[in-house]
């Protein structure tokens, strides 16, 4: 099989911006064939649905998803003829952006009319790229495709970010909603936005024009998968006056850091993107202006994300029920897929923005809850205004952990796009100045983690803190954030502000921020006796020996104020059928625990409840559950605070 690809400037230039070795660049051309693989060819031949590309008139790509394999139609499917010609018989809409732009002549290239795919089969996350050229093609006006295209470039990609899914064919009548294929537009419907927002499978379209022929490369376009966890995709829009700009962000996800696709960004920023939704057969094609975004550009942007694409919506189509695939079983997500992550707006709006402190981290001591659950102590560089109890802090351990680059992990994938960066809850409060009123800026944190069976920082903390504590090994403390408190201020002067009852749901780790909350009530009440007034009731529910973080509560109810109460109930299920409520053993009668879960009638129950400020944290089942109740105990939403916490 003879090669031909070479590696173009934007394709060198992401490669040495992200440290691609060089012998993997040097090897990257022998890796594209021009010859069809008969392995390929095999693949091709099967396929019920192809992913491919083109360009129009304007030379913009537009992708879309053909179906190759119809029940009502024999005529419907791939031939691969050999000689790299393959004949292409499909099923889309009239609509299709990419069967209109069939109609178009080229926009240069010497006429020619270029094509890309890839073609991925998601019942075992197989896919090969293809590329070429496009030698005849017809399309009828149902939407029918006919198409011969000559391939000159053929690769195997990697399994990861696909997710598995059963289709099968389904007719459909598709129905037209917005389409702005031939005018410039930059607004889309809240439909389609929704579509990308549910999206876990993304398909890209890039193209390159050679310019400069001293490298060889030529002009060609390319296709990729993008696939995450539902949200990966983010859009937002910006505002001036009557012009709205529509902007979609996607993260880059450790991939075989050849940067095919974003290298043609480097050198020409036209894309064309398709959203499937095979749940409704919606789908969304997107043509825009694309751009990568690095460093500071990132951070301002998209926090916790080395490398980025920005693309800026200038036409869209959108076509309810286009598809004519239907989804037959459950979607069985990527497990290399990394968490969403969110645009630094959105952490804004939920109250997760980071303050970049600028220091490091210290583990000095660490002190036992339960079998799962310990505080760790750390000394900081250097004192640091942190926030209102209940905040964040973000913790890096790289500089001791990063294991550099991975490809594939079976053992481990979350482990291949791993920043070592852990947010959590800053679970004990600042010292309080009486003569102020304010929180001081402190050189020491506490946070409270939960032992996770997999994870990696959880697990590191818990099995090795003697060692970390031996050896003085320093982390990077990245920056601090507000959010869930239930202290606030009235105006920057006031004092921290409580309100007179709360009732505060945790479940399981969630009682971390509570931890600090009643950490800072204490040391407010302890400044001014008189004026701090608060009456609190804690329900907790945990499993097993959780119910002994409860202690930390029950231990200070001695130093209460006059003016402070807190009344504890707490609630234990069990995973191990030999665990027995230690809590009650620790000589701590103030807190019973009741051997079952949370009910309704316990919150219910709860005295004064109509006119207490509703504060709660903890697993999403929990906390839905309580959400629920309140609202039909008739509690107004604005006072149920629930932690949202997502960074």
Not at 275 to 282: A, L, N
Request: charged fraction near 20%; aromatic fraction near 8%.
């Amino acid at each position: 099989m003879s090669q031909s690809h070479k590696s173009h400037r934007g394709e060198l230039v992401l490669q040495e911006r992200r440290n691609t070795p060089k012998e993997l660049i040097d090897a990257i051309p022998g890796y594209i064939r021009r010859d069809m693989p008969v392995q390929h060819a095999d693949f091709f031949a099967d396929l019920p649905y192809l992913p491919l590309a083109t360009l129009d008139r304007d030379g913009r790509p537009w992708v879309s998803l053909l179906v190759t394999a119809s029940s009502t139609d024999p005529n419907v499917g791939i031939n691969v003829r050999g000689g790299n010609v393959t004949d292409i018989i499909a099923e889309t809409t009239p609509n299709d952006p990419f069967a209109r732009a069939l109609g178009h002549r080229p926009a240069s290239a010497g006429e020619k009319r270029f094509f890309a795919g890839v073609g991925v089969d998601f019942n075992n996350r197989r896919r090969n790229k293809i590329a070429g050229t496009i030698e005849a093609a017809n399309v009828d006006e149902k939407g029918k495709v006919e198409l011969r295209l000559r391939s000159d470039q053929h690769l195997g990609n990697c399994p990861k970010y696909i997710t598995v899914r059963a289709l099968e064919y389904m007719k459909r009548a598709g129905e037209l909603v917005h389409d702005s294929f031939d005018t410039a537009t930059s607004i889309l419907p809240a439909d389609a936005k929704a579509v990308v927002g549910r999206a876990s499978t993304v398909f890209l379209a890039t193209k390159h024009v050679a310019g400069d022929t001293t490298l060889g490369a030529q002009t060609d376009m390319g296709v990729n998968h993008r696939g995450g966890a539902p949200g990966f995709t983010r859009v937002y829009e910006e505002n001036d006056g009557d012009q709205i700009t529509t902007y979609l962000v996607l993260p880059d996800h450790s991939g075989n850091r050849f940067y095919q696709s974003l290298g043609n960004i480097e050198t020409d920023p036209q894309v064309g993107l398709m959203f499937p939704d095979f749940t409704t057969g919606d789908v969304l094609y997107i043509t825009g202006e694309a751009k990568n975004l690095t460093g500071q550009d990132v951070e301002a942007l998209m926090p916790r994300v080395e490398l980025l694409t920005r693309i800026k919506v200038t036409g869209a189509v959108f076509v309810k029920h286009g598809l004519n695939l239907r989804l037959t079983s459950e979607e069985q997500l990527s497990p290399y897929n990394p968490p969403v992550k969110y645009l630094r707006h959105e952490l804004d709006q939920m109250g997760q923005t980071a303050v970049d402190v600028g220091t490091t981290a210290t583990l000095i001591s660490t002190k036992t809850l339960s079998d799962s659950i310990t505080t760790f102590n750390f000394q900081l560089s250097s004192p640091t205004d942190l926030p209102l109890p209940g905040g964040f802090g973000i913790f890096d351990f790289s500089r001791i952990l990063d294991l550099g680059y991975n490809h594939m992990y079976e053992a481990n994938p979350q482990l291949v796009n791993e920043d070592y960066v852990r947010t959590w809850t800053l679970s004990s409060a600042s010292d309080f100045d009486a003569q102020y009123s304010l929180f001081r800026a402190s050189d020491q944190v506490s946070v409270t983690v939960k032992r996770k069976k997999s994870g990696l920082i959880s697990n590191l903390l818990h099995d090795n803190a003697d060692t970390l504590i031996a050896q003085n090994l320093p982390v990077t403390f990245k920056g601090t954030g507000a959010g869930f408190s239930c202290f606030s201020h009235s105006d920057e002067s006031a004092k921290p502000h409580l309100p007179a009852q709360m009732l505060w749901i945790a479940g399981g780790a969630g009682i971390t921020p509570f931890m600090a909350m009643w950490d800072g009530i204490l040391k407010m009440a302890k400044a001014h006796p008189s004026k701090v007034k608060t009456d609190i009731v804690l329900m907790f529910a945990g499993r097993d020996d959780d119910v002994n973080v409860l202690a930390e509560f029950a231990a200070q109810q001695s130093e209460l104020a006059p003016n402070v109460t807190l009344r504890i109930h707490a609630f234990q299920s069990r995973q191990n059928a030999s665990s027995v409520p230690q809590l009650t053993q620790k000589n701590t009668p103030a807190v019973p625990v009741k051997q079952r879960r949370m009910e309704f009638g316990d919150i219910q129950s709860v005295s004064d409840l109509m006119a207490r400020e509703i504060f709660l944290c903890g697993p999403d089942a929990l906390m839905n559950w309580s959400e629920t109740s309140l609202t039909d105990l008739g509690i107004a939403q604005t006072r149920i605070h629930r932690e949202s916490f997502v960074f």
